[in-house]
């Protein structure tokens, strides 16, 4: 697995960068995992679809306390993975999150897929 050295310089992301993606990752697979009732190393990609993407949304924001900022930040965390396998596995239909919108930073609407 790559370290978050070879991150930075690969991606040209800032060392907060590499940081968030890794917790965005960390609290997705907690969730999907709790959610899923298996092992995080048990998930698939296939399994993050938009619809387990949405509701883990709501959790940060609901039960979490996030704000629509901090939301919309894991939100595009979730969209370069995706864009990234869908890149490197040459799959582009593994991009339900894709299909999420972001929210205003006034929070008034939903997380939705379309």
Same mark, same amino acid.
């Given at each position: 697995?790559?370290?978050?050295?070879?991150?930075?310089?690969?991606?040209?992301?800032?060392?907060?960068?590499?940081?968030?993606?890794?917790?965005?990752?960390?609290?997705?697979?907690?969730?999907?995992?709790?959610?899923?009732?298996?092992?995080?190393?048990?998930?698939? +990609?296939?399994?993050?679809? $938009?619809? =387990?993407?949405?509701?883990?949304?709501?959790?940060?924001?609901?039960?979490?306390? /996030? !704000? *629509?900022?901090?939301?919309?930040?894991?939100?595009?965390?979730?969209?370069?993975?995706?864009?990234?396998?869908? +890149?490197?596995?040459?799959? $582009?239909? =593994?991009?339900?999150?894709?299909?999420?919108?972001?929210?205003?930073?006034?929070? /008034? !609407? *939903?997380?939705?897929?379309?």
């Amino acid at each position: 697995m790559p370290n978050s050295t070879s991150c930075r310089h690969k991606l040209g992301a800032s060392q907060h960068t590499v940081a968030s993606y890794r917790d965005t990752f960390r609290l997705l697979l907690k969730f999907a995992a709790k959610q899923y009732r298996r092992q995080a190393s048990d998930l698939r +990609v296939e399994d993050l679809d $938009a619809k =387990l993407v949405s509701t883990f949304l709501k959790h940060l924001e609901h039960d979490r306390h /996030n !704000s *629509a900022r901090t939301r919309n930040n894991r939100l595009s965390a979730i969209h370069a993975f995706f864009g990234y396998v869908s +890149v490197n596995e040459g799959k $582009a239909l =593994l991009r339900p999150a894709a299909k999420l919108r972001f929210r205003s930073l006034t929070g /008034n !609407s *939903a997380a939705h897929a379309d």
